[in-house]
């Protein structure tokens, strides 16, 4: 069975850093794109970023590139995502999904989020 | 402001047709398959229809998707209550070189 399993719920202070992650199984991590989503308090999907843990291939969407950092250790099948200094708008359910090629297939799989809060 | 664009809402009765567009562009719905995306408050969003028109297994045949030019539409036929929940279209883009969503239709 494949699952995406996610890191547990984080409280953090603004200018503090974090690193969550996306535990894939039941399929060949490797070979799959590792998608990032946002979802703000009340809002809609954004698309963050993906990540191909084969190679370590990227693509940011521009309004993320430089704020996030994507990353995997396809060892323990495992994908990363990290802040250097959060921001109280970084308050967010942040989401993983898997995703077999980038343009012809969906995000088929889908981890249950991470909800992050950042608050003095 | 999405690159597609949904309605923000939509309603229907139970037992009637309820119907979604997504409006794009020749960069991504127009050359790329559309997706569709469920997703109940609270929870995570489940994958409904993919490739324009087809649904993973366990989706209700009461979803059904279609595609023309550069716009989407996800149709649901026979509407259940258990239906409301907000529906997201999503492609590829090629000159974004990025994943798009629509902002996304809440049905009630």
């Known amino acids: 069975e494949v699952q995406l399993v996610q890191s547990g719920a984080e409280v953090k202070k603004p200018g503090e850093s974090l690193k969550i992650s996306c535990k894939g199984s039941?399929?060949?991590?490797?070979?799959?794109?590792i998608g990032w989503v946002r979802q703000m308090p009340g809002k809609g999907l954004e698309w963050m970023g993906i990540?191909?843990?084969?190679?370590?291939?990227?693509k940011y969407n521009p309004s993320f590139q430089g704020q996030v950092s994507m990353s995997a250790d396809k060892s323990i099948s495992t994908a990363y995502l990290q802040w250097r200094s959060l921001k109280a708008s970084d308050t967010a359910i942040y989401y993983c999904?898997?995703?077999?090629?980038?343009?012809?297939?969906?995000?088929?799989?889908w981890g249950q989020g991470t909800l992050v809060t950042v608050s003095s | 402001q999405s690159v597609l664009t949904q309605p923000p809402s939509a309603s229907g009765t139970p037992g009637q047709r309820a119907s979604i567009s997504c409006s794009g562009g020749?960069?991504?719905?127009?050359?790329?398959?559309v997706n569709w995306y469920q997703q109940f408050p609270g929870t995570a969003p489940r994958l409904l229809i993919y490739?324009?028109?087809q649904r993973p297994s366990g989706v209700p045949d009461r979803f059904s998707g279609s595609k023309s030019g550069a716009s989407a539409s996800l149709a649901i036929s026979g509407l259940q209550s258990v239906d409301e929940a907000d529906y997201y279209c999503?492609?590829?883009?090629?000159?974004?070189?990025?994943?798009?969503f629509g902002g996304g239709t809440k049905l009630t």
């Open positions: 999904a898997r995703r077999l090629y980038l343009d012809n297939r969906p995000f088929d799989y």
């Open positions: 039941g399929y060949s991590f490797a070979n799959y794109w």
């Open positions: 990540f191909y843990p084969g190679d370590s291939d990227y």
């Open positions: 020749s960069s991504n719905i127009g050359s790329h398959p």
């Open positions: 490739n324009n028109n």
């Open positions: 999503e492609a590829w883009d090629d000159t974004l070189k990025s994943v798009v």
